[in-house]
């Protein structure tokens, strides 16, 4: 057991021996990391270093967050500077033994720093920061700052006496951000294809590249004034993108007023920042052209100086909070694909000059032009579409001019739906002029069927409207409102396009250069429409105008709203003709009225189509000429006061009245199915004084009702004569119409010698009066399968009859006249409505079964049956005291059929309740039917049914 422990004791010391005598692990290769920010040889500020720090054969990373030092030349094997951290020289030069850099967050060079013999490798968000206060002089060798896999950023941050940093002219390419804080010089080959951003106290004292999609920013939160950076139109020094941000003012003019700047890219001010032409003292007379887009977030401001303009190339934006100066100078737009102007709130500008090689300037919102003379609208190259938007000419003087330039050709204003194009002023006359002054070669001038061009002034002084000779062409509305006024040449109008007379304030408007005399070309409008209370347009003196009516489809040609007045009353002493309003579309009053003189009429003309006169409220014309071989349809009411000349074509009356007024007469020679006035629905109508001469009338009327592949018209006068009256009607209006069928209460009975025609008759007027009168139908043989003709059966058995539909009477005149195809009416009684025709002379079909007269509780009951009841509609009731002497009718109106018209009978009774006992008395009971009505003695017992029934009380 002692041995054992002995053994023991001894193997023990032997291992320690052993462990002591064994060579020691000095210089193991260790991976330092950061931990905290300090200098270079701080062994607190890493974790996993055996020497403290990193040493010979360790590699270093520092982490985001932290700033490490140099305090000694790094002898590890490699360095890495994690995205946000940094590397710092110190202020001393630093070897770095040929070991590599790789930078991904920043290498910094420190006051009297400075870094040799390494590998320096950037990653993609690295930086390389010069934090000096002196002049640093960067060369080409330097290994902190590669030629290839470079810094992506770089930072001038330091402040110096004079420039920070001194590129030596060394060719280098920055592809992030190279921004300075202090002067940079002698980097006239440094290009920048990320962004130059100049801050507080930055600047370049030579021009620097720039790549095609680089930025320069001005970033210095004060006033900047241009310099070597922005100092080119090509090359070094210039900028593709401008930025303009941190509240900094960019004075653009300051060191070349008279020179013109340029980006090849876009121009972006951020809120509270601002480009300005105009600083004083560098008010620049040369333009700023903006190859890309101009975005305002801050403030633009042009030059007051001419030629202080600027040029787009691509899109306007100018946001909420954003504001444009013009100063009097222009915009241009000079893109070769749409360009969009977009400006919250609307924008205000002095001159537009387009100018692009193709596409439109689109408006993304209202535009106004304030400019007071010259060009204020220029279009030499492009077109402008207003879509949907406004686009103002507001600029006035006292009295003053401005021009609409158009070079080049033509070009278009077109817009989407609500498109205006407006020239206004305020308070002043002033007068614009669509010119080709000035222009290498000329233009002209369409605006699109959806822009309304609209003249307006304050005050009624007028803004006027020059379109040029054979300059402008409107496929929209020209809307002339109040103080709105054209003069000097006429527009051309497109197929489609309307004059609108929008005046109102209750002044005469008379008619200018936008309607011009003549038949066609400029100034001949195809539509006129009169809107706003109060409009009314005043035909000039001696001078005829057409309306032209647009395009085939109906609602074009002369249109009224409601209060407003179109007026031919002018003078006019150029005889017929010389003054005439001509239509060649429709007539559409919603509530307007026409006022002429005498001698000018309103002509229908057209060759293409059918015309309509409607809307919703009636028209009284002076004179009407209906001289369209289409016709002319009526679609309201309507009066005419001197003459209506049908000329060529017939007027369709459809469903309304043509009321001819006291003195009106109709012109019309050869009347004819081609040449009349169709009345089978609406009615002519005829106003008479009669209490100063007689009054004859032909109404000269006829019917479309079967029209067509199958049908024919029907011409079928009617001529009214009606006598003098002393003292009564001093006015009394009778219409007529005709209608071709046969009439619907010609009994059953009858089946031939009567016509298929018959006319309606309406007065209205105090008292009562007769008529007579002759009607016209057509002698030919009716036809029912081309519903031609009018005659069925034999002329000699037809005789003259009236209908009367209060009781349902007929009443024959005289005989027909077959010679002449007429028949004639004399001493007629004017009814509120009857219908004439002509049928034979019938009598009523009916038969009486039995009757009696009998004593029922002190009254006298009348009973009667009926065998048939055909031709019958009802039975009166007579009563008198002797055989032949007066009879007394005791039904208020006539006791109804039971079967009206059928071959059946019934039973019928009437109580006479006022007989008085101990007197004789006689009874008759007389039928009623459509073919039985007045009776004229002495009474013929064939013509009606009478039965006498004697009874005593």
Same mark, same amino acid.
């Given at each position: ?100 850099? &790789?930078? #991904? +967050? =920043?290498?910094? /060079?420190?006051? $009297? @720093? *400075? ?8 990653? !993609? %968000? ?64 440094? &290009?920048? #294809? +990320? =962004?130059?951003? /100049?801050?507080? $106290? @930055? *600047? ?8 095609? !999609? %680089? ?66 003292? #560098? ?19 042009? %030059? ?650």
């Amino acid at each position: 057991m002692k041995s054992v422990r002995r053994f023991t004791i001894f193997g023990i010391i032997f291992l320690l021996l052993a462990l002591l005598v064994m060579p020691s692990q000095v210089g193991r290769a260790a991976s330092c990391t950061s931990n905290g920010s300090g200098t270079w040889t701080t062994a607190s500020i890493w974790d996993n270093c055996d020497s403290g720090y990193p040493d010979t054969g360790d590699t270093a990373t520092i982490q985001s967050g932290h700033v490490v030092t140099l305090n000694a030349n790094p002898t590890s094997t490699s360095i890495t500077v994690s995205s946000g951290g940094t590397l710092a020289t110190g202020g001393a030069s630093r070897d770095f033994g040929g070991q590599t850099v &790789t930078v #991904n +967050g =920043t290498f910094r /060079i420190d006051e $009297g @720093g *400075y870094a040799s013999n390494g590998t320096f490798t950037y990653g !993609s %968000s690295s930086t390389l920061e010069f934090a000096n206060t002196t002049t640093y002089g960067f060369a080409d060798a330097h290994v902190y700052w590669p030629t290839s896999s470079g810094p992506v950023n770089v930072t001038v941050s330091g402040t110096c006496t004079n420039a920070c940093l001194d590129m030596n002219s060394a060719s280098r390419t920055v592809s992030g951000t190279f921004q300075m804080s202090d002067g940079v010089q002698e980097c006239g080959s440094l &290009t920048i #294809n +990320g =962004t130059a951003q /100049i801050n507080s $106290g @930055g *600047y370049f004292d030579a021009a620097p590249n720039y790549g095609s !999609s %680089s930025t320069l920013k001005y970033n210095s939160g004060s006033t900047y004034s241009r310099s070597y950076e922005w100092s080119a139109t090509s090359g070094a020094g210039y900028p593709a993108n401008v930025q303009i941000s941190n509240s900094t003012t960019l004075d653009l003019g300051n060191g070349g007023t008279s020179t013109a700047r340029q980006m090849s890219g876009s121009l972006t001010i951020d809120s509270g920042s601002t480009l300005t032409m105009n600083a004083s003292g #560098n008010e620049m007379t040369a333009a700023l052209t903006v190859v890309g887009s101009v975005t305002i977030n801050g403030t633009l401001t042009l %030059s007051s100086s001419s030629g202080g303009d600027i040029y787009v190339g691509g899109n306007w934006t100018r946001n909420s909070g954003g504001t444009f100066t013009a100063n009097s100078r222009a915009v241009f737009f000079n893109g070769s694909a749409d360009q969009t102007m977009t400006s919250s709130g609307g924008a205000t500008m002095a001159y537009l000059i387009v100018n692009k090689s193709s596409g439109n300037l689109v408006l993304g919102n209202n535009l106004t032009l304030n400019a007071t003379s010259g060009n204020v609208l220029s279009i030499q190259g492009g077109g402008i579409d207003l879509n949907g938007k406004t686009l103002t000419l507001s600029g006035s003087t006292s009295s003053g001019s401005s021009n609409i330039q158009i070079c080049n050709g033509s070009h278009t204003i077109s817009g989407g739906t609500n498109s205006v194009f407006l020239m206004s002023t305020v308070s002043n006359v002033f007068t614009r002029y669509v010119t080709t002054s000035g222009c290498g070669t000329a233009g002209t001038l369409t605006f699109g069927s959806n822009v309304t061009v609209e003249i307006s002034s304050d005050n009624w002084q007028y803004s006027r409207f020059d379109p040029g000779s054979s300059l402008t062409t409107i496929n929209g509305i020209l809307k002339i409102s109040a103080g709105g006024q054209v003069v000097g040449n006429s527009p051309t109008y497109g197929s489609a396009s309307t004059l609108n007379y929008n005046c109102g304030g209750g002044g005469n408007y008379t008619i200018g250069t936008e309607w011009a005399a003549g038949s066609s070309g400029a100034g001949v409008p195809q539509d006129v429409l009169l809107t706003t209370i109060n409009t009314r347009v005043v035909f000039p003196a001696d001078s005829p105008r057409t309306v032209l009516g647009g395009p085939e489809a109906s609602g074009h040609g002369i249109r009224m709203a409601s209060n407003t007045t179109l007026e031919l009353s002018s003078t006019c002493s150029g005889g017929t003709n010389a003054c005439n309003l001509t239509v060649l579309g429709d007539w559409t009053n919603d509530g307007g009225s026409l006022s002429s003189v005498t001698q000018r009429r309103v002509v229908f003309s057209n060759t293409s189509r059918q015309q309509v006169i409607g809307g919703t409220a009636s028209t009284t014309f002076q004179r009407l000429e209906i001289n369209n071989s289409n016709d002319v349809l009526l679609q309201h009411e309507i009066e005419v006061e001197s003459v209506l000349y049908m000329t060529n074509g017939d007027f369709d009356l459809d469903a309304y009245n043509l009321t001819m007024k006291r003195d009106a007469t109709i012109s019309i020679s050869s009347p004819s199915t081609s040449r009349m006035i169709i009345a089978d629905d609406g009615k002519l109508c005829k106003t008479f004084h009669l209490v100063t001469d007689p009054n004859s009338f032909l109404y000269p009327i006829g019917d479309n009702s079967f029209d067509g592949a199958d049908g024919e018209k029907n011409y079928s006068p009617f001529t009214l004569d009606l006598p003098y009256y002393d003292d009564q009607y001093d006015a009394y209006n009778i219409c007529a119409k005709v209608t071709h069928t046969r009439h619907d209460h010609i009994g059953s009975t009858i089946t031939t010698d009567y016509i298929h025609r018959y006319w309606t008759l309406t007065s209205s007027g105090s008292g009562e009066g007769t008529f007579d009168g002759t009607f016209q139908y057509d002698g030919a043989a009716y036809d029912e399968d081309v519903e031609a003709g009018d005659v069925d059966g034999d002329e000699a058995n037809m005789y003259g009859a009236e209908y009367y539909p209060s009781t349902q009477i007929w009443t024959w005149y005289d005989h027909v006249v077959p010679a002449s195809n007429n028949f004639f009416l004399d001493d007629v009684t004017m009814y509120s409505q009857a219908d004439y025709t002509a049928l034979p002379k019938t009598p009523t079909a009916a038969t009486m079964a039995d009757m009696t007269a009998a004593d029922s509780g002190g009254a006298v009951r009348v009973a009667w049956t009926t065998g048939i009841e055909t031709d019958i509609v009802g039975f009166n009731v007579y009563r008198g005291t002797s055989p032949d002497g007066e009879q007394t009718l005791l039904t208020a109106s006539p006791i109804g059929c039971q079967y009206p018209g059928l071959p059946q009978g019934a039973d019928y009774e009437f109580v006479d309740t006022t007989a008085q006992t101990g007197v004789k008395y006689y009874y008759w009971i007389e039928t009623v039917g459509p073919n039985l009505s007045k009776f004229f003695g002495p009474l013929d017992a064939s013509w009606f049914f009478r039965i006498f029934l004697p009874f005593t009380r």
